[in-house]
């Protein structure tokens, strides 16, 4: 994306059609703009061909695409493909496209880094650099190579989508409304660490499925692994949650990480039972991607499987997540980390050589 043009993507069909009547141009092109961007995915204006050659240039003038492919890409085994995308300002973000039978989903980042700090999480530890603009959340959907298999969209990636909850509900909107991709929001899931005010705005605004990641159903331990339960515990975000209607079309779900010998014992499957009675929920069991530096692992297949178990004959709907991509920097932040270290490490190089 160039710094001197305004990018087209991520404007919403209202802004569009102000940006082309400041123009002197009619209202109608702003829903042909709409429908050239998000329906036909063009890679300039050049292509939007039923606006006159007139009118195009006035708008190059001003705007572009504004799509930018991604930098690297990092292939598993198993289908999994990393995406990694340059900002403005020289940070990496990262995206993961999981293809699995008939679904494909794409995992996206929200933010650069994060403030969160969730001890587990490589992101976390990067700290925050900034938030995306909705332009670059949908340009990660945008620009990929796979980009018209997708079926299904997460916001799971890098950063603390609550937080930047301006930018994530403008591109939930270019995603479901008619003149943009015309999802169904069932086809997108947006989980957080629970930040309450973010979360009752998102519940009220948008349609898409929640997920909040639990890791913890005990509150002291939960903040050991994630500062954010002492702003909004888990069990005021699980009794914020019983005001909301989760029997139709919205899921809401509970992410937990399976630590060996910290929270995968079935006092804690009993405590998280007592937790969520009552409430229309699911439970996504996750294996423990590791990082450097942090003293926790993964837990076994029997433990996992127990749990899980304890979890459904309580009543609990609970599943196993499949662990996707473990050969390419499975962790969310590990690959976007390690593209700024080898860069700084570069940078150093230049110097020294320099200075000799
Ligand atoms: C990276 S976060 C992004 C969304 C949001 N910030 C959140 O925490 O829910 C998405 C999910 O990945 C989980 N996660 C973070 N680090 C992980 C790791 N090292 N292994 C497995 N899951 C991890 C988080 O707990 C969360 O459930
Ligand atoms: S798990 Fe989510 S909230 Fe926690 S540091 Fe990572 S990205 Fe941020």
Redesign the pocket.
Known sequence: MSEKKISLLGKTLGELTEIVTSLGMPKFTGKQVARWMYGRKVASIDEMTDLSLKNRERLKEMYEVGASAPVHEMRSVDGTVKYLFRTPDNNYIESVYIPDGERATLCVSSQVG?????K?????KQGFSGNLTTAQILNQIYSIPERDTLTNVVFMG???PMDNLDAVLRSLEVLTADYGYAWSPKRITV???GLRRGMEHFLKESDCHLAV?MHSPFPAQRGEL?P?EKAFSIREIVDMLRGYDFSKQRRLSFEYIVFGGVNDNLAYAKELVKLVRGLDCRVNLIRFHAIPGVDLQGTDADTMLAFRDYLTRHGVFATIRASRGEDIFAA??MLSTAEKQAERQHVHKDKTKINK
């Open positions: 994060c403030k969160m700090n969730c587990f999480c490589m992101t976390g890098m950063g603390e989980s957080t660490v990641s994630m954010a969310c932040g």
